[in-house]
């Protein structure tokens, strides 16, 4: 299961065209609430998370997704479940994805050193390690970083990528009519 981690402040865009495009492919994707089931996004929006971050389960991991947004991004990093997760991606090399703010957790968390990596600007000193690349996503071992919500298609579409392969992408690039 692909769990994508909703906190108060989330980045709307960041979060729902990534978990949108992921199903468009089929892939097996679930919201987790941090702390709550209603969440309200940066633009107070709000969203009803599919589960509670306590009701997550690890035993069938496939990968770990950080949406940002500066508020979501703090509460993402305070939440144990989320550091759990994280940590049992990392340890197992499944797929980590973080969009905006969110690669500054993965920073911290020394996940980045030696990475190729992007983030939302000015986060840059706090992708620890990492070797900043330009461009609108960055790709490397299990990590997939993004720098905003202008790019959550492309991250996503990346994502769709790692998960199911180049042709579930391309599938889903044409559906929506994405610039090729």
């Known amino acids: 299961m692909i769990n994508l981690f909703l906190a108060d402040g989330f ?21 987790v609430g941090v702390g709550a ?3 309200s996004g940066a633009h107070h929006i709000p969203v009803a998370a599919d589960i509670l971050d306590v009701a997550a389960n690890q035993s069938n991991l496939t990968g770990v997704i950080l949406p940002g947004g500066g ?13 759990s997760f994280i940590d049992r991606a990392a340890r197992e090399g499944k797929t980590i994805g973080a969009i905006c ?3 500054s957790i993965l920073g911290h968390k020394g996940l980045l050193r030696g990475k190729k990596a992007v983030c939302y600007p000015g986060f840059e000193k706090e992708l620890e390690g990492a070797d900043i690349v330009d461009a609108p996503v960055a790709e490397d071992g299990n990590i997939i970083t993004s720098k905003g919500a202008g790019t959550a298609i492309l991250f996503a579409l990346a994502l769709v990528k790692r998960f199911a392969g180049a042709a ?13």
């Open 11 to 31: 980045e709307e865009i960041e979060a729902l065209a990534v978990v949108d495009i992921l199903r468009r492919a089929e892939l097996p994707v679930t919201t």
């Open 37 to 39: 089931i209603q969440i």
């Open 71 to 83: 508020q979501g991004t703090i509460r993402l990093e305070k939440s144990p479940v989320v550091q």
């Open 101 to 103: 703010a969110a690669p």
């Open 168 to 180: 579930a992408a391309d599938r889903v690039r044409a559906a929506i009519q994405w610039p090729l």
